[in-house]
Nanobody, 126 residues
Framework: VQLQASGGGLVLAGGSLILSCVAS????????IGWFRQAPGKKRTGVSC??????????EYADSVKGRFTVSRDNAEKAVYLQMNNLKPEDTAVYYC??????????????????WGQGTQVTVSS
């Protein structure tokens, strides 16, 4: 499956953005989808994840975004969304969506994913 992330942009602190991750080449409901981000000079870290249908579409969030970010999916549209509210300057990063052919359940270990979207830049100004 190929993924394409979009929706990034420049926003003031406290603002909101919705990131989209659209899949091509396969249905999406059989894949867990992870959202990761990488800030300049820092390692890539997991932000959120939504499991596949076998995982009952359970969701997980990094502590830093709990209560502010919401992940959801629309299998008919082959899309996963990341609603980001109350954005903070420390959320500034390139955001990636990722999946793996055998992944039903969530993981924040980026090495467990083998298919990545191209990344979308999110910049939050104070």
């Amino acid at each position: 499956v190929q993924l394409q992330a979009s929706g990034g942009g420049l926003v003031l602190a406290g603002g909101s953005l919705i990131l989209s991750c659209v899949a091509s080449g396969s249905t999406l409901e059989t894949y867990a989808i992870g959202w990761f981000r990488q800030a300049p000079g820092k390692k890539r870290t997991g932000v959120s994840c939504i499991s596949s249908s076998r995982g009952y579409y359970s969701t997980e969030y990094a502590d830093s975004v709990k209560g502010r970010f919401t992940v959801s999916r629309d299998n008919a549209e082959k899309a996963v969304y990341l609603q980001m509210n109350n954005l903070k300057p420390e959320d500034t990063a390139v955001y990636y969506c990722a999946t793996d052919a055998w992944r039903d359940f969530c993981s924040f270990n980026d090495y467990e994913y083998d298919s990545w979207g191209q990344g979308t830049q999110v910049t939050v100004s104070s």
